[in-house]
T-cell receptor
Framework: KAGVTQTPRYLIKTRGQQVTLSCSPI?????VSWYQQTPGQGLQFLFEYFSETQRNKGNFPGRFSGRQFSNSRSEMNVSTLELGDSALYLC???????????FGPGTRLTVT | QQPVQSPQAVILREGEDAVINCSSS?????VHWYRQKHGEAPVFLMILLKGGEQKGHDKISASFNEKKQQSSLYLTASQLSYSGTYFCGTEEGTNAGGTSYGKLTFGQGTILTVHP
């Protein structure tokens, strides 16, 4: 079975721009969660999607948004990028909510 | 609220044992444990649910004290491959379907280094 895939793997953007990251979960997995990982703040929860609905959201500003499609693929969008948004963005999928999560390799976003 | 992990770092020789603790000030519904090696994605180790249900790998064991909101991960007879950063993730709430269901809050991590 193919693992969780994330695209792109690396991204460099300029302050003020917007970015869209993509996540393809393991086949059959319906829950997708997104996390931001930085050396200073660690692993922080962004959102959880299940059956195309956002079920939970972390403490991030409204510039961070996401969605899930009918095939469980998910995207997250960050608008008006700030330097502090530079991070590794990880997507994780699971068969159902509150179950073991399988993480993708992440997208390394650098904002200059 | 972020759970607190202890110790922050531990160094072992192959074959030695270690315990990593995770403590929360909130009522918990579940505790998850993950290991992340440098430059790689976190990998699932164990999930412990309120009520005693557990799911994880055969060589990893953990406990969840629901009254104290604490969990411990037990690593026995450590191997070089155990090296990495261990994270606990907690899910607040007292029942499935609560408002925080599905939201994992991770601790700051415990760096485990195993030497030959």
């Amino acid at each position: 079975k193919a693992g969780v895939t994330q695209t792109p793997r690396y991204l460099i953007k300029t302050r003020g721009q917007q970015v869209t990251l993509s996540c393809s979960p393991i086949s059959g997995h319906r829950s997708v969660s997104w996390y931001q990982q930085t050396p200073g703040q660690g692993l922080q929860f962004l959102f959880e999607y299940f059956s195309e609905t956002q079920r939970n959201k972390g403490n991030f500003p409204g510039r961070f948004s996401g969605r899930q499609f009918s095939n469980s693929r998910s995207e997250m969008n960050v608008s008006t990028l700030e330097l502090g948004d530079s991070a590794l963005y990880l997507c994780a999928s699971s068969l159902r909510r509150n179950y073991e999560q399988y993480f993708g390799p992440g997208t390394r976003l650098t904002v200059t | 609220q972020q759970p607190v992990q202890s110790p922050q770092a531990v160094i072992l020789r192959e074959g030695e044992d270690a315990v990593i603790n995770c403590s929360s000030s909130k009522a918990l519904y579940s505790v998850h444990w993950y290991r992340q090696k440098h430059g790689e994605a976190p990998v699932f180790l164990m999930i412990l649910l309120k009520g005693g249900e557990q799911k994880g790998h055969d060589k990893i064991s953990a406990s969840f004290n629901e009254k104290k909101q604490q969990s411990s991960l037990y690593l026995t007879a450590s191997q070089l491959s155990y090296s990495g950063t261990y994270f606990c993730g907690t899910e607040e709430g007292t029942n499935a379907g609560g408002t925080s269901y599905g939201k994992l809050t991770f601790g700051q991590g415990t760096i485990l280094t195993v030497h030959p």
